[in-house]
């Protein structure tokens, strides 16, 4: 029976000792590396191609949120499970959208990671039994029917990581180095992103990553 390989990325030792205890009990798991940043994860996603992620939401040099896409972009074969301490059903749903598969909160039975590793694999969605049941079913309607008539959907996918990473406090050089490419590529990005926003500067960004959602300000705040 081939394992599924899997990769714990978050930046509390205890976190990832305790869920490398957890999953040595599974006979068809295996945990083939650990990350203490979301940079690592994605250097590590690279190198070891596991088949799922588990990922912290809270994480410094690169919080999970922007992570999924990277990570989604360099190795689409890797599904992604999110760990959380935040349950906010507005957040789930940028979550699923960025890309991730399972949002396990870290309050939630142990078994969950497990069910939700299994599922990931599978390519199924899981949600934390904590979280509403409805949420998937909500958040697949919403992608249905939505029309991209938002500023913000319509970025292109490369402007919406620069748009997040920006938020996020990166500086030009920082997002170039992570998206490796040149800051005067990400310059152009940047007055892009101004132009079908309407925003100038990151202050005017934040303001707006809220305003649609896409920032929990508790998450940013940790």
């Not at 068809?28 to 979301?38: F, H, K, P, Q, S």
Request: neutral net charge; hydrophobic residues 40%.
């Amino acid at each position: 029976m081939d394992k599924i390989k899997v990769l714990i990325a978050d930046d509390h030792a205890i976190v990832r000792d305790g869920i490398q205890q957890l999953l040595k009990k599974e006979a068809n798991i295996e945990v083939v590396g650990e990350a203490i940043d979301g940079m690592q994860a994605l250097e590590k996603v690279k190198d070891l191609s596991p088949h799922v992620v588990l990922l912290d939401i809270a994480m410094p040099n690169l919080n999970g949120l922007e992570a999924i896409g990277l990570i989604k972009e360099s190795a689409p074969e890797s599904q992604i499970v999110i760990l959380s301490m935040h349950a906010n059903e507005s957040y789930v749903h940028q979550v699923l959208k960025s890309g991730a598969l399972g949002y396990v909160l870290k309050a939630s039975p142990s078994t969950d990671i497990v069910d939700a590793i299994r599922a990931a694999h599978k390519k199924e969605y899981f949600l934390s039994s904590k979280i509403k049941a409805n949420v998937i079913d909500s958040y697949l309607k919403t992608k249905q029917a939505e029309p991209a008539t938002r500023g913000y959907d319509l970025l292109s996918e490369r402007e919406q990581q620069v748009f997040r990473l920006v938020v996020q406090g990166s500086s030009t050089k920082e997002i170039a180095d992570i998206l490796c490419v040149s800051p005067k590529t990400i310059e152009k990005h940047r007055s892009s992103i101004s132009a079908k926003l309407g925003t100038h500067g990151r202050l005017e960004m934040l303001k707006y990553a809220i305003k649609i959602g896409i920032v929990n300000p508790e998450l940013w705040d940790s």
